[in-house]
Nanobody, 117 residues
Framework: QVQLLESGGGLVQAGGSLRLSCAAS????????MAWYRQAPGKEREMVAR???????NYADAVKGRFTISRDNAKATVALQMNNLRPDDTAVYYCKATARMGPRYYWGQGTQVTVSS
């Protein structure tokens, strides 16, 4: 059974930092591209950052230079370091695993990030 478990969300003031973590189980992380998405109230879910294996990354324009995605296949974890947070970063953040071969993908349950002004 595949499970993605996000952690690290919380309440932070504007300009602060948070580090999100996604712990994967039931799959071999090296066989998946990993990504973080977010969904703010009343808005569609959007991609924030993506990392392939072995490690090519791309970011949404809104977070470039502030967020960094990384992965540790041995520990089966993916992290999102978020610096200089802004109120418009407030959202539920989701971890997604997409198989490099085949149509499989999996979502985590999400973790709330709230940035106060």
């Amino acid at each position: 059974q595949v499970q993605l478990l996000e952690s690290g969300g919380g309440l932070v003031q504007a300009g602060g930092s948070l580090r999100l973590s996604c712990a994967a189980s039931g799959l071999r992380l090296s066989m998946y591209d990993m990504a973080w998405y977010r969904q703010a109230p009343g808005k569609e879910r959007e991609m924030v950052a993506r990392i392939s294996n072995p490690g090519a990354t791309n970011y949404a324009d809104a977070v470039k230079g502030r967020f960094t995605i990384s992965r540790d296949n041995a520990k089966a974890t993916v992290a999102l370091q978020m610096n200089n947070l802004r109120p418009d970063d407030t959202a539920v953040y989701y971890c997604k695993a997409t198989a490099r071969m085949g149509p499989r993908y999996y979502w985590g349950q999400g973790t709330q990030v709230t940035v106060s002004s």
